[in-house]
């Protein structure tokens, strides 16, 4: 996971999947059932259990099973349904093809940041997006200032 991508002030963070399971202290089953509670393509979500009461719960019960028999505030409604869904997704997220290992991905830098701007390789990617105009009639593209701005002068965070 790439962090920080809107960020001006702060550079960018690669995450390692392969650390959050051990960083949140969730053996694999337990980050499956994790996954499956922030809500998946094959699993409702149950209401009021975000990330950090997903953990909480899972840390006390250690299962999705444990959580629904011991919590009568967190149901997820059809209790027979759901867990079909669970058990669904428990067995395709099982059978994933494991994150590459550790020594692989520690080659990787933990922080992206600005280098130098070749102009002309710039050019090339903006005619193929259509965007050539821009470079007509000698006009310099400005990059930092075009990313700088607010292209409809909203302010999104009004809508979280």
């Given at each position: ?109 933990n922080e992206f940041k600005f280098g130098v701007v070749d102009q002309a390789k710039v050019n ?37």
């Amino acid at each position: 996971m790439v962090r920080n991508i809107s960020s001006r002030s702060t550079p960018l963070v690669l995450i390692d999947g392969n650390v959050i399971p051990e960083v949140l202290g969730l053996s694999e089953n337990e980050y499956i059932d994790f996954a499956l509670l922030l809500g998946t393509d094959f699993t409702r979500r149950i209401k009021n259990v975000g990330p950090h009461r997903a953990l909480k719960l899972l840390q006390t019960y250690g299962s999705i099973e444990g959580i629904i028999d011991g919590q009568s505030k967190f149901q997820p409604g059809s209790r027979t349904d759901y867990l079909a869904e669970v058990d669904t997704a428990r067995a395709l997220f099982s059978s994933l093809v494991p994150v590459p290992d550790r020594l692989a991905t520690s080659m990787m830098p933990n922080e992206f940041k600005f280098g130098v701007v070749d102009q002309a390789k710039v050019n090339v990617i903006m005619e193929r997006c259509g965007l050539g105009k821009v470079l007509m009639g000698g006009q310099h593209w400005e990059f930092e200032a075009a990313l700088a701005g607010n292209y409809f002068d909203d302010n999104p965070g009004t809508y979280l």
